[in-house]
């Protein structure tokens, strides 16, 4: 009964120290090869989505470009006139201030 008891405490050791090489395995499997991987793919959807947002921005702010000089074209009268009268305006009250 010794015998049998000793090699079950050998063959239960070396069971536990199988074990214990494959969490280690699988531990060394997830962070050398899965977690760079993972933060490799990570950081290609960052770098394309700042990619497709300045590409947006550039599309709007060229867009307000072309509407702003549409509107400069179309309505500059009206604004130069209505800033003219503005500015005469507060030259009068700048005038009444000062001869108070």
């Known amino acids: 009964m010794d015998l ?7 063959v239960s050791g070396v069971d536990d ?21 993972k933060n490799y793919e990570i950081n290609q959807i960052e770098q394309e989505a700042k990619k497709n947002t300045r590409l947006t921005i550039n599309s709007i702010q060229e867009s307000l470009s072309a509407v702003n000089n549409k509107i400069d074209v179309s ?17 009068k009250e700048y005038e009444k201030v000062l001869e108070e």
């Open 4 to 10: 049998f008891n000793y090699i079950f405490d050998f």
């Open 17 to 37: 120290g199988f074990r214990e090489i494959e969490k280690e395995i699988e531990r060394l499997f997830v962070r050398q090869i899965l977690a760079p991987a």
């Open 75 to 91: 309505m500059k009268g009206e604004f130069a006139s209505k800033v003219i009268e503005t500015i005469d305006g507060k030259k």
